[in-house]
């Protein structure tokens, strides 16, 4: 307990409680919003030594290290070997590729972790490439999948900020193979960052999702279409007001971020998008048949439950 | 151009480009945010001498008395027999009621207007009730509709504000049969207090609010419905973010309000909601046949013509 803190905490206050750091060196594959904030934050509250940056072009390694948000960059993954923490922040269609590029550089300690915003592909991918967990040695054991819930409209290492994970929540979907010592770490990690941490299944987490977040993401970009698409565009875009903004916000997301999102939770997505399209079925029979009291019904009840919702 | 001000302008600024009043005596029926804050600003800025509130019950009607937004209340219409100016501001499923009682004491020379978010059903009632305008004295030619684009969360006179029109659009929808000096006054009307007047005809306006405003009205009821339904319902509602607080915001609007509006304005929002459940099946079959660059053009355009638009 009396190791001295890190050589390169001139500009940290550091936390008595928390002198030895949680990890020696951490690699964060992807240095943008989500992974260069964590970095940022990993160093503000001293949880780690060092934290090299990896990415696949300098453009924007050299941004991230302009910005401090780590302490070395490189485009040459064999310096995973260094690393005793590994956090996976590239997009989840680049995840085969990037595990099997560290599978072999990875120290036999390091814990391995993601921020994907789908779970149960990116733990089959994980189980491929690291192992089912029937082997002593199966890096699956070390890798704990989890999912930040911090977006922000702005991305890359600019939008990164140390404070992006005070009191946002962070899901955990811990394996069966996971050892739960493992799994304590990653969880000090989040909460150290200032989250808060809750657990469920990586199929839980993907019905959920595809729930509240993927399939409003859907819904907002095919109302945007809708009317883009419509003889009077331009006319119905001048006259949207507060309403229009709110609903379809999401809608300027990533286009090649929610792709690969819709692509890789297709069967939690697909299953809403069907219960969706019966609600709609629903109320236009409640329309076309005058069904007053049968609409309002519908309505009040939603009405309700929304003024009764409060953001955790 | 020298007549005095009015003689109850002790709290108000006056504008010496203004000092005629655009009316002597106006008469708002129904005194909440939108017709309470239009008499509120009519009296900051000095645009009529006298304004009676109309209602069904006193209770609202002292609120607004109380509150200044009115000079005197009335549950009587026969009043309106000294208004200038009759606005109104009642649900549009009211109107024919309203506009029936009203016209036995209608002065030959006031003008009418409503600020009723459909348009079409609202000149059907009106056409009915004051005539088609093939007679020189119809009423239907002073009755000019209006629709102002100024919603905001809270309801009643507690949150009416004389600000509210600054900068708001206002959507006139004159009839062939306005005279149009009349339509000139009640333009004058809206941009004294501050708004930005276009004129659309009712079919026009329909469509347009029908994809802009009542559509994603309908479809945020939907999804909030859909997760109360589900069998997750507390645990999807207890991790859902930011995105899902804005695409839903719109749902926590008042039912009554809008099973009006939907049924009001049933002919456009079919045809929207048909379009719509076409754009979904397009996506599902996107998903279900693994088409990602169809999917990824698809909410690229929508992402870009989200991207570029700016409320107006």
């Not at 072999?104 to 993601?114: E, G, N, Q, R, W």
């Amino acid at each position: 307990m009396n190791h001295p803190p890190s050589t390169n905490t001139a500009n940290i206050t550091i936390n008595p409680m928390n002198v030895i750091p949680l990890f020696e060196t951490v690699g964060i594959i992807g240095v943008g919003l989500i992974g260069g904030s964590l970095s940022l934050a990993m160093k503000d509250k001293n949880l780690c030594r060092h934290r090299i940056g990896f990415g696949r072009t300098l453009n924007t390694l050299n941004q991230a290290l302009a910005l401090n948000i780590v302490d070395e960059i490189s485009t040459d993954l064999s310096l995973i070997a260094q690393c005793d923490l590994v956090v996976i922040c590239t997009p989840v269609a680049q995840f085969e590729t990037v595990l099997s590029s560290i599978k072999p550089y990875l120290k036999p300690t390091a814990l391995i972790t993601d921020v994907g915003s789908t779970k149960q592909d990116v733990v089959a991918v994980a189980k491929t490439i690291f192992g089912q967990g029937d082997h002593p040695d199966d890096i699956i054991k070390r890798f704990i999948p989890a999912h930040p819930i911090a977006g922000k409209a702005q991305h890359g290492p600019h939008a990164a900020q140390a404070d992006l994970y005070l009191n946002k929540h962070v899901i955990m979907t811990p394996l069966a193979e996971n050892r739960p010592d493992y799994i304590e770490r990653l969880k000090q990690l989040w909460e150290s960052v200032g989250a808060v941490i809750s657990k469920l299944s990586p199929l839980q987490h993907d019905i959920v999702f595809s729930s509240v977040s993927h399939l409003p993401h859907l819904l907002a970009y095919a109302l945007v279409a809708q009317i883009a698409n419509s003889e009077d565009a331009q006319t119905k875009l001048s006259y949207a007001g507060g309403g229009f903004k709110d609903f379809t916000r999401i809608a300027a997301s990533s286009p090649e971020m929610w792709r690969d999102i819709f692509f890789a939770n297709k069967t939690a997505l697909l299953n809403d998008l069907r219960i969706y399209q019966r609600v709609l079925g629903h109320l236009e029979v409640c329309l076309t048949t005058d069904n007053v009291s049968g609409l309002e019904q519908f309505i009040s009840h939603a009405a309700q439950v929304r003024q009764a919702w409060k953001p955790s």
